[in-house]
């Protein structure tokens, strides 16, 4: 947002509760003349901020737009580097594609870049991610954790588990984790991690971790033949979900797992991330191109591979499409 509509947000909320303000008390303290401080309050007006205004009290701000403003993000974002550049476009094609390019021109780690709408949006294997304007969380962090390539693939673990302990402590919802990155809401899919890598030879650049997370949808809003498999928070909650605030608890969330992470890898997350596994102890079929691997899910590694039992041997699985071969209620079809 524009320092001086920044700035006038700021001010108004500074005395939201209390007196108010004058438009001459905010042209002093803004120091613009009246009219500008008139123009002004139309420019926030037609971003979604709900201004009364009065002779006895003064101009109070009511309501701050459900959208993803850098200001609104901010206010109350209880992070210490996650937010510390933040990008926000009303479009743009992927999130993750726009934070390489930051992070290929030295974006420092914990710049966010998050939009209202991906037009191009992407999924693991050149698939696609459905990002409609204004009902998800469609962001991408920047990371440059010093861990060896390997140890880096836990990322994806580590913000799907981020996200389940979010939507429990804030709105009391269960949600199963489905390896490597899906979150599950009673076997439909409400979060989607893709973390992209850039390395010279065996070190790593950085790392960039987007999450997709349906907030507001209602079931007509994902495409036919998402229907059965996806749903959202509102939808799970039956009510509507403030995406802001959960964003930045979200944020909040990620960076303190981050944090030890950063040191000891997915390790002391494990025992948590299987807790909510829907495919350990679970007969699955795992497809690598041509090759398939059929087993128990009997672990995670400490690279956050999945570990399968297939007769005697164990096969370590790195990356590949994961599926129930009995499926239950929990179960999600990709
Ligand atoms: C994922 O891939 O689940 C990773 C999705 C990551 C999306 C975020 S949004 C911000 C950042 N910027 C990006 O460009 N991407 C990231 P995968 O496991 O391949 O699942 C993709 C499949 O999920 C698709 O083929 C659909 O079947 C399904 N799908 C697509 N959009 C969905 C949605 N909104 N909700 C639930 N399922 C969806």
């Not at 002093?28 to 420019?43: G, N």
């Not at 101009?59 to 737009?65: E, R, T």
């Not at 229907?227 to 959202?232: H, I, L, V």
């Not at 790195?318 to 499926?327: H, I, Q, S």
């Given at each position: 947002?524009?320092p001086?509509?920044?700035?006038?947000?700021?001010?108004?909320?500074?005395?939201?509760?209390?007196?108010?303000?004058?438009?001459?008390?905010l042209?002093?303290?803004?120091?613009?003349?009246?009219?500008?401080?008139?123009?002004?309050?139309?420019?926030?007006?037609?971003l979604?901020?709900?201004?009364?205004?009065?002779?006895?009290?003064?101009?109070?701000?009511?309501?701050?737009?459900?959208?993803?403003?850098?200001?609104?993000?901010?206010?109350?974002?209880?992070?210490?580097?996650?937010?510390?550049?933040?990008?926000?476009?009303r479009?743009?094609?992927?999130?993750?594609?726009?934070?390489?390019?930051?992070?290929?021109?030295?974006?420092?780690?914990?710049?966010?870049?998050?939009?209202?709408?991906?037009?191009?949006?992407?999924?693991?294997?050149?698939?696609?991610?459905?990002s409609?304007?204004?009902?998800?969380?469609?962001?991408?962090?920047?990371?440059?954790?010093?861990?060896?390539?390997?140890?880096?693939?836990g990322l994806?673990?580590?913000?799907?588990?981020?996200?389940?302990?979010?939507?429990?402590?804030?709105?009391?919802?269960?949600?199963?984790?489905?390896?490597?990155?899906?979150?599950?809401?009673?076997?439909?899919?409400?979060?989607?991690?893709?973390t992209?890598?850039?390395?010279?030879?065996?070190?790593?650049?950085?790392?960039?971790?987007?999450?997709g997370?349906?907030?507001?949808?209602?079931?007509?809003?994902?495409?036919?033949?998402l229907?059965?498999?996806?749903?959202?928070l509102?939808?799970?909650?039956?009510?509507?979900?403030?995406?802001?605030?959960?964003?930045?608890?979200?944020?909040?969330?990620?960076?303190?797992?981050?944090?030890?992470?950063r040191?000891?890898?997915?390790?002391?997350?494990?025992?948590?991330?299987r807790?909510?596994?829907?495919?350990?102890?679970?007969?699955?079929?795992?497809?690598?191109?041509?090759?398939?691997?059929?087993?128990?899910?009997?672990?995670?590694?400490?690279?956050?591979?999945?570990?399968?039992?297939?007769?005697?041997?164990?096969?370590?699985v790195?990356?590949?499409?994961?599926?129930?071969?009995?499926?239950s209620?929990?179960?999600s079809?990709?």
């Open positions: 947002m524009e001086l509509l920044n700035d006038l947000v700021d001010l108004l909320r500074s005395r939201r509760t209390t007196s108010g303000w004058t438009i001459p008390r042209a002093s303290a803004l120091s613009i003349s009246r009219p500008r401080v008139l123009r002004t309050l139309d420019e926030i007006q037609g979604g901020y709900q201004i009364k205004s009065d002779n006895h009290s003064g101009i109070h701000l009511i309501a701050v737009p459900d959208r993803m403003i850098d200001t609104e993000i901010l206010a109350g974002l209880k992070t210490r580097t996650f937010g510390c550049q933040l990008h926000c476009y479009r743009i094609g992927s999130t993750n594609s726009r934070a390489c390019q930051l992070a290929d021109t030295s974006a420092p780690e914990g710049t966010i870049v998050v939009a209202e709408e991906q037009t191009a949006g992407k999924g693991r294997l050149n698939r696609s991610w459905h409609p304007p204004y009902l998800g969380i469609w962001s991408s962090v920047i990371l440059r954790p010093k861990l060896s390539l390997p140890r880096v693939s994806s673990l580590l913000a799907a588990l981020a996200f389940a302990e979010t939507a429990e402590r804030e709105l009391g919802l269960t949600v199963d984790l489905k390896w490597p990155n899906d979150g599950l809401i009673q076997g439909k899919k409400v979060l989607g991690v893709l992209e890598v850039s390395a010279e030879g065996d070190r790593l650049s950085y790392a960039v971790c987007g999450t997370i349906n907030v507001s949808h209602e079931a007509v809003d994902f495409p036919a033949e229907r059965k498999r996806a749903t959202s509102k939808l799970a909650m039956g009510q509507s979900i403030d995406r802001l605030a959960f964003f930045r608890a979200f944020l909040g969330e990620f960076e303190h797992a981050y944090r030890s992470f040191g000891e890898g997915i390790t002391p997350f494990l025992p948590e991330y807790r909510r596994s829907i495919l350990l102890g679970r007969e699955v079929v795992v497809q690598q191109g041509a090759h398939t691997v059929m087993g128990t899910g009997v672990g995670i590694d400490e690279n956050g591979a999945l570990v399968i039992r297939e007769g005697r041997r164990d096969v370590v790195f990356a590949g499409e994961v599926t129930l071969r009995e499926p209620a929990r179960n079809g990709e």
